[in-house]
């Protein structure tokens, strides 16, 4: 194995396996049994999700994928039994389900950061206005805006709002956090809350929410600051 230096301290382990390819199948298992030999001689013990990947019958008989996912679970579901194991069946024709795939990885190492989006993801239903939830580089975290897809990013016009935002925070208001506004003269307005540099809620609507919604709305920003201060805090752990 070359530069075996660069797997050590590893939280999450993310081994690939194409199922276009079963002929490599024996090599991969080879590749990884020396990897987690690796591991134990290092008392180490990362989290590892498999993916199982080409999970689709583009250029690709059914029959065929069939059979190499039933081979490929008897050979790599066993090598990893004896760890915090989960694999998934992945395919680049469906990112939206590959990049909430990634997110959830991301935020189930830290189980109080999980927590928090999924009370995000509940509280966003009961809102009455448009919320995008996203890092500030507009990679989407969850969200209740039809068309939208979690773990994706913004169209670019969102995102370069949110870059110039971030920017006035840093150069004129110099905070880690901040808010910003406007609306036209229609009723339209729209939100942006930076927070801890990390964390941008957006927030579109028409009017004046309802005074429930709002009171909903306040909730959630307020544990959207918490949620950055828990990711700084588990960013410095």
């Known amino acids: ?5 660069i797997f050590r301290g590893t939280d999450i382990l993310i081994p690939i396996v194409s199922l276009h390819e079963p002929g490599t199948f024996k090599e991969a298992k080879d590749y990884f049994i020396d990897l ?7 008392n180490e013990k990362p989290r590892i999700f498999l993916f199982l990947h080409k ?7 059914k029959e065929l ?5 039933k081979n490929a679970k008897e050979i790599f579901l066993e090598i ?3 760890y915090d194991f989960n694999y998934m069946l992945t395919s680049i024709y469906d990112q939206d389900k590959l990049a909430k795939v990634f997110r959830d ?11 928090h989006v999924e009370k995000a993801e509940k509280q966003l239903e009961e809102i009455k206005a448009k919320v995008i ?21 913004l ?7 949110i870059n110039s935002c971030n920017t006035v925070r840093e150069n004129i208001f110099m905070s880690d956090s901040a808010k910003f506004s406007g609306h036209n003269g229609d009723g339209k307005e729209i939100e942006l809350h930076i927070f801890k540099y990390i964390i941008s809620v957006l927030i579109m609507k028409s009017g004046e929410l309802e005074r429930e919604s709002q009171d909903k709305l306040n909730i959630l920003l307020n544990d959207m600051s918490l949620f950055a201060d828990l990711i700084i805090s588990a960013h410095s752990d």
Do not use: C
Request: aromatic fraction near 10%; charge should be negative; avoid cysteine.
């Open 1 to 5: 194995m070359e530069k075996p230096e």
């Open 36 to 42: 987690l030999d690796l591991y134990r001689k290092n």
């Open 55 to 61: 999970f689709d019958t583009t250029d690709y008989q």
């Open 65 to 69: 994928l069939d059979t190499n996912v």
């Open 80 to 82: 990893f039994k004896d």
């Open 105 to 115: 990885i991301l935020i189930s190492q830290y189980s109080e950061l999980k927590t």
């Open 133 to 153: 939830i996203a890092d500030i580089s507009g990679n989407v975290i969850v969200h209740n805006v039809q068309g939208v897809s979690s773990g994706l990013t």
């Open 155 to 161: 169209r670019g016009d969102l995102r370069d709002f």
